[in-house]
């Protein structure tokens, strides 16, 4: 039986482009409502929710666990040439974490 929760968190970038794996400085924390089971195998499912931004946030997730994961927008490319500087507006970002 798959267990599920939701939830949406309001995000911005407002530092450069992370590109070094393992660094989760500038990511935030989202907690879950109610832990999941202890050894549950939990996965998060992210999508912005709006469009408050001419480039695609990249959303990128680390470190989830059963009392929740971190998030960070991470803004890569403005178009097929150019490297952003991975600041971005404000967008909001819904999430469904459930177990496998």
Same mark, same amino acid.
């Given at each position: ?5 939701t939830g949406k968190i309001d995000l911005n ?17 989202v907690t879950f409502p109610t832990p999941f089971?202890?050894g549950a195998e939990v996965v998060v499912l992210? =999508?912005?929710?709006? #469009?408050?931004?001419?480039? @695609?946030?990249?959303?990128?997730? %680390?470190?989830?666990?059963?009392? *929740?994961? !971190?998030?960070? =927008?991470?803004?890569? #490319?403005?178009?097929?040439? @150019?490297?952003?500087?991975?600041? %971005?507006?404000?967008?909001?970002? *819904?999430? !469904?974490?459930?177990?496998?």
């Open positions: 039986m798959s267990l599920i929760q970038s407002t530092d450069a482009v992370e590109t070094t794996a393992g660094e989760t400085a500038t990511f935030t924390r089971p202890e992210p =999508l912005t929710q709006t #469009f408050n931004g001419p480039q @695609t946030p990249g959303i990128r997730i %680390h470190d989830v666990n059963r009392e *929740g994961f !971190l998030i960070r =927008l991470n803004e890569v #490319f403005i178009d097929n040439n @150019t490297q952003s500087d991975g600041k %971005h507006n404000t967008e909001t970002i *819904g999430w !469904l974490a459930t177990t496998v």
